[in-house]
């Protein structure tokens, strides 16, 4: 099993960037599609990025998309989600995940991860 460790939130003002970072042990990170999904406060873990294994392939959900950015440095085991323009609405726990699976169209289905990281909390104030 993977583990994965994230880093990076912290507490910004609207309009301000972060970048978090998820470090990933192991040999076989480049097999791993990896993820970010976050949760609010009362809410349900939603999908916000993902990046394929092999090309890079990105996809966003529609809340982030133009805002956020995932890429992945397969060097040093590490995904990374840039956010800009935060927006009070992205105030949540963020969640790096990894699958051994082959999505398709299916990216932001959360069961397709069963590898998670412990999460780190991103505050957006206004």
């Known amino acids: 099993q993977v583990q994965l460790v994230e880093s990076g939130g912290g507490t910004v003002q609207a309009g301000g960037s972060l970048r978090l970072s998820c470090a990933a042990s192991g040999r076989t990170f480049s097999s791993y599609v990896m993820g970010w999904f976050r949760q609010a406060p009362g809410k349900e873990r939603d999908f916000v990025a993902a990046?394929?294994?092999?090309?890079?392939?990105?996809y966003y959900a529609d809340s982030v998309k133009g805002r956020f950015t995932i890429s992945r440095d397969n060097a040093k085991n590490t995904v990374y989600l840039q956010m800009n323009s935060l927006k009070p609405e992205d105030t949540a726990v963020y969640y790096c995940g990894a699958t051994e699976a082959n999505p398709t169209s299916t990216w932001s289905v959360q069961a397709l991860y069963p590898y998670w990281g412990q999460g780190t909390q991103v505050t957006v104030s206004s």
């Open positions: 990046i394929s294994r092999g090309d890079g392939t990105t």
